[in-house]
């Protein structure tokens, strides 16, 4: 079963920063968060993920609260592409993904 | 890189029929690879976790003699959904891990519709 919640949609002005929430208060010590997008029709796309430290690459910035119990996406300058729907998930050892239900996120012109 | 490549994209087949889904690391050697499903509008669910050399493990409620999965290189696994049923179509969608605490890298998935 999913271990992550987040809100189901979301709206963004296009050219502003997109900040989307996740929950995962059972999360354990050893389990990274990730974060991937799924444009319809196409398998998901891999944003980033972290363990206890913020993260930040060409696409995104991940910031994760310092009890670990939940963690926040940054698209600093969201375009029209960046429309589709935003998966947390979190995974142990065993590398396997349960999906929650996703944010879908439209990004308004 | 880490680029994995799903055959077919689409298919359709009558029911009765076997129908087999190739999942493909083209970049790098993937220790593990996973199957999920798909349903309109609804989330990714996963089928059975494949590591390259022995048995699938699948997820409870997933009937394994339906969906026979195939792990036979570090690059290669395939799926396998024998006498297909409509209930069966779906959007089946792979990925592939090259180690352990590293992200997963999906295919572009294959839609499948089974008349």
């Known amino acids: 079963d999913a271990k992550t919640t987040q809100p189901p949609s979301m709206d963004c002005a296009e050219g502003r920063a997109a900040n989307l929430p996740c929950n995962h208060s059972t999360i354990s010590g050893n389990e990274y968060v990730y974060w991937y997008r799924q444009i319809h029709s196409q398998g998901p796309q891999y944003i980033i993920h972290?363990?206890?430290n913020n993260e930040t690459n060409e696409m995104a910035s991940l910031i994760i609260t310092e009890d670990r119990k939940s963690s926040t996406l940054i698209l600093p300058h969201a375009t029209l592409r960046d429309t589709a729907v935003y998966y947390c998930?979190?995974?142990?050892?065993?590398?396997?993904?349960?999906f929650g239900t996703g944010t879908s996120l439209t990004v308004i012109p | 890189g880490a680029v994995v490549s799903q055959h077919p994209s689409w298919v359709i087949c009558k029911s009765g029929t076997s129908v087999k889904i190739e999942c493909r690391s083209l970049d790098f050697q993937a220790t593990t690879m996973f199957w999920y499903r798909q349903f309109p509008k609804q989330s990714l669910m996963l089928m059975a976790t494949s590591n390259e050399g022995s048995k699938a493990t699948y997820e409870q409620g997933v009937e394994k003699d339906k969906f026979l999965i195939n792990h036979a290189s570090l690059t290669l696994s395939t799926l396998t959904v024998t006498s297909a049923h409509p209930e069966d179509s779906s959007f089946y969608i792979c990925?592939?891990?090259?180690?352990?605490?590293?992200?997963?890298?999906f295919g572009d998935g294959t839609r499948l519709s089974i008349l």
């Open positions: 972290g363990l206890k």
């Open positions: 990925s592939a891990i090259q180690g352990a605490g590293q992200p997963q890298h």
């Open positions: 998930i979190s995974t142990g050892t065993g590398n396997q993904f349960y």
